[in-house]
């Protein structure tokens, strides 16, 4: 998914450690034959924080230098990519070394403070859920349904993990109705922190983007989503109460229930155009 890095800038170095999405097994159906098919692969990923054990993420490997900077980045422990010296995975070890040139102010006191999130494999959050949302400070943009027509029909065209294998989730990075990234794994928190990372490292800003997911728009999606200045959160999946309190805090169009020619708008209705409304059910 990533390009080739720009000149003119200093990076952390990252390993190359992508690993198969899916891998072979067979299954027994209905008629009792069995078949070969594909499985989503699933790896434990533990983290260490100049030395210091973290947590550990369950992810397909797929992005794992992406996944760990969107991680930081998502997690408030690291605020500028300067301050990053390396990210090293080892699949040998299951574990990916993360080392700093100064290390992380106040690190002790943010991992003292533990949220475990919903979602498939549960997330780990760490610090305050709320900090800092008072000073999030998104563009107000208005979007069009046809727009929103365009952006279903073009990720189509994605998710092929999904497709072959089932059991993941996907998240795009879109402006407009084009995608500039997509990402599986088998937990939406993942996919979300990967296309963070992918952001920080191309220094991509959100306040014209459209940030799409499989997944249900929960408190720590909105935040997060929130977090990386991106002002539309889209879902083909439902919200949660605490979910649509942060949107309407922190001024997120949140639309969920999204396929094919249907969306529901929970936040926001009034930054959208109804253009192309479809023919009235009898």
Known sequence: MSPHLPAGREYPQLSNAALDAT?????????GQARDGFI?????????????????LMTMGCEPELLILGWLRNQNLLNDINQL??????????SVAITTFNGVDGLEEKLS??????GCGQGTVFGNLMDNLDQLKLPRVELKQSLIYELLSSLNAHNAVYKQAGGVHGCALCEGSTITAFVEDVGRHN????????MWLHNITGNNKIFYTTGRLTSEMVIKVAQMGIPVLL????????????????GVILIARAKGMHFMVYHGADQIEFDAPPAQRK
């Open 23 to 31: 891998a072979s097994a067979v299954a027994v159906d209905e008629y």
């Open 40 to 56: 989503a692969a699933e790896r434990p990923l533990t983290i260490y924080l100049d030395k210091r054990e973290v947590v550990t």
């Open 85 to 94: 010296k390396a990210i090293q995975v080892d699949w040998e070890t299951d």
């Open 113 to 118: 403070k533990k949220t475990v999130t919903t």
């Open 191 to 198: 996919a979300v922190d990967a296309l963070a990372g992918y």
């Open 235 to 250: 879902s083909r999946s439902g919200i949660t109460q605490m979910g649509l309190d942060i949107a309407q805090k922190v």
